[in-house]
T-cell receptor, first 111, second 111 residues
Framework: NAGVTQTPKFQVLKTGQSMTLQCAQDMNHNSMYWYRQDPGMGLRLIYYSASEGTTDKGEVPNGYNVSRLNKREFSLRLESAAPSQTSVYFC??????????FGPGTRLTVL | QKEVEQNSGPLSVPEGAIASLNCTYSDRGSQSFFWYRQYSGKSPELIMFIYSNGDKEDGRFTAQLNKASQYVSLLIRDSQPSDSATYLCAVWPQGAQKLVFGQGTRLTINP
């Protein structure tokens, strides 16, 4: 099992560019999550999908959109990147109220 | 009041000593409790989970849960320099669809 995978690992964008961060899990988990983590800070939830076909906003959803493509895949899109979106992005998945597993992260820099 | 609170640290402990990390939570109906370790530049990884009041031991790690006091702790015995990391407490509130994380405590083990 690969667990939770994320692509790309690193990305540099210019202000105003768009991109999609991809996340996939092979653990048959129902719920998937996108977090951002700024230097020296805790995790902040951007969006989550409690089950296939549903998505909900987290603490910091502005400037992002998500798509739960199927049970395995949950993507995060930045339509018009801003320097404030420079961060490390983590995808995670879980079954119900059980352990949440994290992907390796995407380090994004917006110039 | 934050839903999950941790001492932000940093906490400095000499090698071989016991490191004690503490966490309080606000939702009295919470059922699942987790401790994650995060090395710098890496994603969070699960160390321990605990569901019932009392102690749960795994090697050098012991998780303690007191639901009446809404308190969960992590003890690391015989601390090693490799234990130096940020430790995240996470709680699953009753009826919630997402895990709630504390801000993390940075732990440094001094040789």
């Amino acid at each position: 099992n690969a667990g939770v995978t994320q692509t790309p690992k690193f990305q540099v964008l210019k202000t105003g560019q768009s991109m999609t961060l991809q996340c996939a899990q092979d653990m048959n988990h129902n719920s998937m999550y996108w977090y951002r983590q700024d230097p020296g800070m805790g995790l902040r939830l951007i969006y989550y999908s409690a089950s296939e076909g549903t998505t909900d906003k987290g603490e910091v959803p502005n400037g992002y959109n998500v798509s739960r493509l199927n049970k395995r895949e949950f993507s995060l899109r930045l339509e018009s990147a801003a320097p404030s979106q420079t961060s490390v992005y983590f995808c995670a998945s879980t079954v119900s109220t059980d352990t949440q597993y994290f992907g390796p992260g995407t380090r994004l820099t917006v110039l | 009041q934050k839903e999950v609170e941790q001492n932000s640290g940093p906490l400095s402990v000499p090698e071989g000593a016991i490191a004690s990390l503490n966490c309080t939570y606000s939702d009295r109906g919470s059922q699942s409790f987790f401790w994650y370790r995060q090395y710098s530049g890496k994603s969070p990884e699960l160390i321990m989970f605990i569901y019932s009041n009392g102690d749960k031991e795994d090697g050098r790690f012991t998780a303690q849960l007191n639901k009446a006091s809404q308190y969960v702790s992590l003890l690391i015995r015989d601390s090693q320099p490799s234990d130096s990391a940020t430790y995240l407490c996470a709680v699953w509130p009753q009826g919630a669809q997402k895990l709630v994380f504390g801000q993390g405590t940075r732990l440094t083990i001094n040789p």
